[in-house]
């Protein structure tokens, strides 16, 4: 069983930033892809950015250049860093994992507010 532990949601202006962390343990055999998808009531969860165990990178178009992903050399952390947030980025975003399964964490909740 693999579990995925997201942190570092929460509520900011417009123009902010914010950083989500996800650490994966448990009986991990190794990830092909991380990633952060995010999703908002009434719509389909969508991705927003995935990275490979070869460090490509892919980023949906509305946050070119505003979000990075990375992560740790073990490739078990994966962090999104989100700059100039818009309220249009307001949703639960949810860490992914593919790798001999497909892993979900819990969510957490960005809000996006004057």
């Known amino acids: 069983q693999v579990q995925l532990a997201e942190s570092g949601g929460g509520s900011v202006q417009p123009g902010g930033s914010l950083r989500l962390s996800c650490t994966a343990s448990?009986?991990?055999?190794?990830?092909?892809?991380m990633g952060w998808y995010r999703q908002t009531p009434g719509k389909q969860r969508e991705l927003v950015a995935a990275i490979t165990g070869g460090g490509y990178t892919s980023y949906a178009d509305s946050v070119k250049g505003r979000f990075s992903i990375s992560r740790d050399r073990a490739f078990k952390t994966v962090n999104l860093q989100m700059n100039d947030l818009k309220p249009e980025d307001t949703a639960v975003y949810y860490c992914n994992a593919r790798g001999g399964g497909e892993y979900w964490g819990q969510g957490t909740q960005v809000t996006v507010s004057s």
């Open positions: 448990g009986r991990i055999i190794s990830f092909g892809t």
